[in-house]
């Protein structure tokens, strides 16, 4: 199975902070990487789709990152709105696995 | 727009069985792949079952297979996971997401909660 590493699993930021969120994968996925958003009692968003393309809709703050092994989704400036636990998911092969998600909380 | 609900959750004892079901709207069902992912309480996600947009594919997570079966009903746009000999360690949070096949999941349901206690 490939393991999905990701880091770190806790991150305290202010508004207008820029962040990094990184994924490594125990072996090559190419680009079969998703980053999603997921917020209390909601559904997880999708905010990049192979690796680094923008899902329509989301802010173009977001931005996403990396190939083969190392993958980064970086919101370039935060809003309160983003304050939320952030995760990937590879999609190269059965069984697809989770990165164990990134709480983002308001310093 | 697009909409995931699931249903069939509740509280079982050990051993015994659930169907989930997850109805599907607001898209053309057979475009798509559904999957079942779960989050046991204060756990990370784990992906559970897939099914193809046919049903001719159904990979299983090792933890279910054998025990949990997946399906769909592409004329109802109903996805299924029928769940046999269940664990405490089944206890979580269902979800269903579908997706182009081989994709990454692009839309998710809000999940139902599977109890699973003696």
């Known amino acids: 199975d490939i393991q999905m590493t990701q880091s770190p699993s806790s991150l305290s930021a202010s508004v207008g902070d820029r962040v990094t969120i990184t994924c490594r994968a125990s072996?090559?996925?190419?680009?079969?990487l998703g980053w999603y958003q997921q917020k209390p009692k909601e559904a997880p968003k999708r905010l990049i789709y192979?690796?680094?393309s923008l899902q329509s809709g989301v802010p173009s703050r977001f931005s996403g990152s990396g190939s083969g092994t190392e993958f980064t989704l970086t919101i370039s400036s935060l809003q309160p709105e983003d304050f939320a636990t952030y995760f990937c998911?590879?999609?190269?092969?059965?069984?697809?696995?989770f990165g164990q998600g990134t709480k983002l909380e308001i310093k | 727009q697009v909409q995931l609900v699931e249903s069939g959750g509740g509280v079982v004892r050990p051993g015994t069985s659930l169907r989930l079901s997850c109805a599907a709207s607001?898209?053309?069902?057979?475009?798509?792949?559904l999957h079942w992912v779960r989050q046991a309480p204060g756990k990370g996600l784990e992906w559970v079952a897939s099914?193809?947009?046919?049903?001719?594919?159904?990979p299983y997570a090792e933890s279910v297979k054998g025990r949990f079966t997946v399906s769909r009903d592409n004329s109802r746009n109903m996805v299924s996971l029928q769940m046999n000999s269940l664990t405490i360690e089944d206890t979580a949070v269902y979800s269903c997401?579908?997706?182009?096949?081989?994709?990454?999941?692009?839309?998710w349901g809000q999940g139902t909660l599977v109890i699973v206690s003696s």
């Open positions: 998911l590879q999609h190269d092969s059965f069984p697809y696995t």
């Open positions: 192979a690796a680094s």
């Open positions: 607001g898209f053309t069902f057979t475009n798509y792949g």
């Open positions: 099914v193809s947009k046919y049903g001719t594919v159904t």
């Open positions: 072996q090559d996925i190419r680009i079969d």
């Open positions: 997401a579908r997706n182009i096949w081989s994709s990454s999941f692009d839309s």
